[in-house]
């Protein structure tokens, strides 16, 4: 239909038919496009949101399953800080206990806790790292 109207204004060479033709056709995309920009960042919004949630769940989990390596290593370190004050003659001498034995034993024992983050790895390995565009997430990778 308008096609058809502005074919006719150019025949009859009315310019401010046409001109207001164009105007509303480029009017009508612009608006077009602005929408789908308040949809694409209102999605991405939304996104971000379920994303952040779910690595935030897996940070906690990641620290309450890691806490007991971390308990186990200070005490660890706690008795082998002593046995090295007993070793240099800084304390008295005392029975060697089982927990000194496990201490010497596990002190070339070395646990990684570092682990990757599900979330975060396939949100990266998706392409959609755009998400966390906020500089106050970039810290994240």
């Known amino acids: 239909m308008i096609i058809h109207r502005l074919a006719n ?3 009859h060479q009315n310019w401010s038919q046409i001109i207001t033709e164009i105007l509303i056709v480029v009017i009508g995309i ?7 920009g308040w949809y694409d960042d209102r999605s991405n919004r939304a996104q971000e949101h ?6 935030h769940q897996e940070v906690e989990n990641l620290i309450t399953a890691t806490s007991f390596n971390l308990e186990f290593t ?21 029975e060697f206990d089982v ?43």
């Not at 612009?30 to 789908?36: P, R």
């Open 9 to 11: 204004a150019i025949r």
């Open 30 to 36: 612009f608006l077009g496009l602005q929408v789908q």
């Open 50 to 55: 379920i994303y952040l949630s779910r690595l």
């Open 74 to 94: 200070k005490k660890r370190n706690e008795r082998l800080f002593h046995l090295g004050n007993y070793v240099t003659g800084k304390i008295d001498p005392y």
């Open 99 to 141: 927990e000194d034995c496990r201490s010497i034993v596990m002190s070339s024992a070395f646990f990684n806790t570092a682990v990757a983050l599900a979330s975060y790895g396939g949100n990266y390995r998706c392409g959609e790292r755009y998400i966390l565009g906020t500089q106050k997430h970039d810290c994240l990778g």
